[in-house]
């Protein structure tokens, strides 16, 4: 036997951590995995999740040869049927009929082909993602702010500031090695201080100097009475505002009236004022402050303007583009960064562009050569699965996500399924609760057989390297792609002969008549061969002339991507969630991950490792509220929310707020049998981003 080894990136969250890989050639034994030591993201560190991959490379449940209507076809057959549908229902009803719906789950290579098929030679923008759900509300804040989605800060920020405030997020437990880092940096500055904005108390709260048990939905108040408390103190940075920004004193005015004082803030807010007190005076006192936020702020009907906040606050007091400060968004998935940078959103159209970019289509369109450009945008994830229902899309093709139970109003995604003409689901494994609804199945490489790049949080590049090969008959998902494209007429602008020249590609096009006008840049790639591919050491964009070795920080130049080149304040009014308890429904249900487990649990599921800690799923109720419902600690409960209900096993602690209670996400009906707690959750959106309020559902609970 002989063995063969690579450095590549784990699979799971946006941490994106180095992995080093090695197997036995001939039995695809994978011994176990440990943290690459020369990786930037975990300096050899890993996290539950990623110590058991091993254990997750298993020929168990895979799909290995395409089929039709569950019966095993070519690739030939599965191609023809696609490509024939695809031609049927955009001559006849036009390119809008057609929709790709992506994950954050494939790499850069086969989000980059997806976008280009359906952007440019189909001609819809048809095509969305499961980042939706993730990040999409951080995507707009930012180009609120800055003109471009631009992630401004380094992981090393957070281990250099002075006060880390964690907002809307249990790292321990959704980004295991960044909390390590965080978790080692004040063990080592006692003095630093730690944050936690939250309505529960999570595992991320054990290293907090502070933990503010906010009402669910209230965070913009807290950060628009940050803002009229530094001006009032007079802690702007005076100079950063009058030359580098705009409209301060709109956001300002606004901020005024709507938390006109600290007792009004906290109230507002469920807090007790000397919680809000302490934190004022540390953010007051500590201009070396990084706010890190997460799904619990993106996940919200108001998930936007939270962002931009907390971005308002920053800007005013010239924190950002500094060691250590900035307003930094963590995305949840590997490779959420990378499909923002292809423009793998309905709402993007590459390279960082928007369709509303002055002259993105006509420069992208002469670029690809496209033959049928899409000009406007395309729906998103909720958008585009009422649209599936109404008839509208007609063949939908699903890339490594599982909407049935990750979408909210389950209910109303399997009407969508189901009468869609033509479902076409790409995945590795077979009996999701999603392929349950496929007319074609198509095998997908997955983790340890992929190979292409994947980008983290900081806008760090890396590869993903394949080391076995592809089981069965499974392709890698631009392969595929590639196939219809070809079949479709268009092999020419398909005719890649591996991931390095899609890569190429994509870089030139982050470079073509760019010169500093866009922020997303890697033009120094973009006559990358193989060898230096595969060699590709992790490297954070911009990767340009100008910085041939990459870009830490974002800003430094106080030069913004506005068209005046100043950042902008915007106004925020914080709002409540969109459907508050009532007396039919009157607690509110919060959602989230658990420490071992990843999504659906496709892939977790397979390692019984990490089923020891948390093997089944719960609701989390308040002591008060169970025993006023007659509910008892480990016994049935059922949940019943205006959409969809549930049954799932009490675990009674004051974790949870009075009048709150909690459900993981991952549990699946297909493979546990358990219930799917998306079933409860309404399809409200925040009208700016399309992104669910999926931390926000109202239910009655009762005793089984
Ligand atoms: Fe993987 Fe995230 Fe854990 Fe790192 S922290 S090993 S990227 S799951």
Redesign the pocket.
């Known amino acids: 036997m002989s063995a063969s080894a690579v450095k590549t990136?784990?699979?799971?969250?946006?941490?994106?951590?180095g992995?080093n890989l090695s197997s036995r050639a001939s039995n695809r034994v994978v011994p176990p995995v440990s943290?690459d030591k020369s990786h930037p993201?975990?300096f050899g560190?890993?996290?539950?999740?990623?110590?058991s991959l091993a254990e997750t490379i298993t020929p168990k449940g895979r799909l290995l040869q395409p089929m039709i209507n569950n019966k095993t076809v070519t690739w030939e057959a599965a191609t023809d049927a696609i490509s024939a549908k695809i031609k049927q229902v955009t001559e006849e009803f036009g390119p809008d009929a057609f929709a790709f719906y992506l994950s954050g789950q494939i790499l850069t290579e086969d989000y980059y082909v997806a976008n280009k098929l359906a952007k440019g030679f189909i001609g819809t923008a048809n095509v969305d993602t499961n980042s939706r759900l993730c990040m999409a509300s951080a995507v707009v804040g930012y180009k609120r702010a800055f003109g471009s989605d631009t992630v401004p800060c380094s992981y090393e920020d957070l281990e250099l500031c002075d006060l880390l405030i964690m907002v809307g997020s249990n790292a321990a437990w959704t980004?295991?090695?960044?909390f390590q880092r965080i978790s080692a940096a004040k063990a080592k500055r006692p003095d630093m201080k730690i944050v936690v904005i939250d309505p529960r108390r999570t595992a991320t709260c054990d290293i907090a100097d502070l933990h503010l048990s906010l009402k669910p939905g209230t965070d913009a108040a807290i950060f628009s009475y940050l803002l009229q408390d530094s001006a009032h103190e007079h802690l702007l940075d005076a100079e950063f505002v009058c030359t580098h920004t705009e409209g301060f004193d709109q956001a300002l005015a606004q901020a005024e009236q709507s938390t006109p004082t600290l007792e009004a803030t906290a109230d507002f807010c469920g807090l007790a004022a000397d919680s809000l007190l302490q934190l004022r005076d540390w953010w007051r006192s500590t201009p070396k402050t990084v706010t890190f936020y997460s799904q619990g702020v993106n996940q919200s009907s108001s998930g936007v303007d939270k962002c931009n906040a907390i971005i308002n606050c920053h800007l005013a007091t010239g924190r950002l583009g500094k060691v250590g400060a900035g307003p930094f968004s963590i995305t949840g998935q590997?490779n959420a960064m990378g499909g923002r940078e292809v423009g793998g959103l309905a709402n993007q159209l590459a390279a960082h562009m928007d369709f509303a970019t002055p002259g993105a289509i006509d420069l992208v369109q002469r670029f690809w050569q496209a033959p049928n450009m899409a000009t406007e945008n395309g729906l998103k994830a909720v958008d585009m699965f009422n649209a599936i229902e109404a008839g509208d899309i007609k063949v939908l093709w699903i890339m490594a996500t599982n909407p049935m139970v990750s979408l909210p109003n389950t209910a109303q995604v399997k009407r969508a399924l189901e009468k869609c003409e033509l479902v076409i689901v790409s995945d590795y494994k077979m009996g999701t609760d999603t392929s349950a609804f496929a007319d074609i199945l198509l095998p997908a490489t997955g983790w340890s057989e992929k190979d292409g790049t994947v980008t983290n949080s900081e806008r760090r590049l890396s590869r993903q390297r394949g080391l076995l090969p592809p089981a069965g008959e499974a392709k890698h998902d631009w392969q595929a792609i590639c196939d219809v494209a070809t079949k479709l007429g268009f092999g020419e602008a398909f005719n890649f002969k591996g991931p390095h020249e899609i890569f190429a590609e994509h870089a030139a096009l982050s470079g073509f008549e760019n010169d500093g006008k866009r922020d997303f840049d890697i033009s120094a790639f973009e006559s990358i061969t193989k060898q230096e591919y595969d060699a590709l050491v992790p490297v954070q964009w911009p990767v340009n002339k100008a910085n041939p070795q990459g870009t830490a920080r974002m800003f430094t130049d106080k030069r913004f991507f506005t068209p005046s080149g100043k950042a902008r304040f915007v106004p925020i009014t914080p709002a409540l969630p969109k459907q508050l308890p009532n007396d039919e429904y009157p607690f509110t249900l919060n959602t989230g991950r658990v420490r071992d487990q990843?999504h659906t649990m496709t892939r977790t599921g397979d390692a019984a490792s990490l089923s020891r800690h948390l093997a089944q799923p719960f609701i989390e109720i308040h002591p008060e509220d169970a025993q006023s419902q007659g509910i008892k600690d480990k016994t049935l409960v059922k949940v019943f929310s205006p959409y969809g209900r549930a049954l799932l096993k009490a675990k009674v602690t004051d974790a949870v707020a009075k009048g709150s209670v909690f459900v993981p996400i991952h549990w699946t009906q297909q493979f546990s049998n358990a219930s799917i707690v998306s079933a409860l959750i309404p399809s409200e959106v925040d009208p700016l981003s399309g992104q669910p309020e999926s931390k926000h559902a109202r239910v009655t609970l009762e005793p089984f």
């Open positions: 990136t784990c699979p799971y969250c946006g941490v994106g951590c992995v943290g993201a975990n560190r890993l996290c539950v999740k990623g110590s980004h295991p090695v960044l590997p990843w």
